[in-house]
């Protein structure tokens, strides 16, 4: 096996979770524990930003080509500022061809307007979490659209080149006093370019990930470098048994520089 796209039938069906050894040609450990994970114990989804190259029709063949049937879908296939009925339009082409929208974002907030915006859009869409980026001074204010939304919104790190949310460990700084429905959407690439170990930020902070992406840039670097697929396997078989003990997160999503 030597394609992205076999990685990704791999993930997407549960088969990494029994370890690869009987499906590579070249040796490979076992790894304690992957016996018991089952298909069914997190759900893998794609992050919309994967797909900012594609259509929304192509967004779709290529998920279905994978068998990763659950989206988090970006801004360029569906416009902030869409109508109603424009996103009733994007969602039905999505649901038609099997897709689930299970959130939004990364959406980024620098107004109480950009706020007010994004959960009525998330309103519009459907889904009760947001993937976004509110500045800081803002956090009171979207705590408020919290209470009266009952939504979750999971906060996007972005590593060392962005100063706002650089690591998880900033964001549970900075909500930790807050609302709990406030909390993590982990970037599992941006964590180790910011020279922090995953696995470890995945465990200190399980009870407030609501969504994990895995990037595929990894290496302590401000510039993003797309990984390997035998990279990539590595990185997903390390933190599998993090993730079965998660039960929060909608969805643990892919988020690819190359595809």
């Given at each position: 096996?030597?394609?992205?796209r076999q990685f990704f039938k791999l993930a997407g069906t549960g088969i990494l979770a029994a370890g690869v050894s009987s499906i590579y040609s070249t040796a490979s450990a076992a790894v304690p524990g992957y016996a018991e994970v089952s298909a069914d114990t997190f759900t893998l989804g794609m992050a919309g930003y994967t797909f900012m190259d594609f259509t929304v029709e192509k967004t779709i063949e290529m998920m279905n080509r994978v068998g990763v049937k659950n989206l988090s879908l970006k801004d360029f296939h569906m416009p902030m500022n869409s109508t109603r009925e424009q996103i009733n339009e994007v969602l039905a082409k999505f649901k038609a061809g099997g897709i689930n929208v299970y959130t939004v974002g990364v959406i980024y907030m620098k107004t109480q307007e950009a706020v007010d915006q994004a959960f009525e859009y998330a309103k519009m869409a459907g889904v009760k979490l947001i993937i976004g980026a509110p500045n800081y001074d803002l956090l009171p204010y979207v705590e408020k659209k919290i209470k009266a939304y009952d939504f979750r919104l999971a906060?996007?790190?972005?590593?060392?080149?962005?100063?706002l949310y650089p690591n998880a460990t900033d964001i549970w700084?900075?909500?930790?006093?807050?609302?709990?429905r406030i909390g993590i959407c982990i970037d599992i690439g941006h964590t180790t370019r910011d020279g922090q170990d995953p696995s470890v930020d995945i465990e200190k902070y399980k009870k407030r990930i609501y969504d994990i992406h895995i990037k595929d840039v990894t290496r302590q670097l401000k510039m993003e470098q797309p990984?390997?697929?035998?990279?990539?396997?590595?990185?997903f078989r390390k933190l599998l048994p993090l993730f079965v003990k998660l039960n929060t997160p909608e969805a643990v999503a892919l988020n690819l520089k190359k595809i």
């Open positions: 096996m030597k394609s992205r906060i996007h790190n972005h590593g060392p080149d962005n100063p700084d900075h909500i930790k006093d807050l609302d709990p990984l390997k697929w035998e990279e990539e396997l590595l990185i």
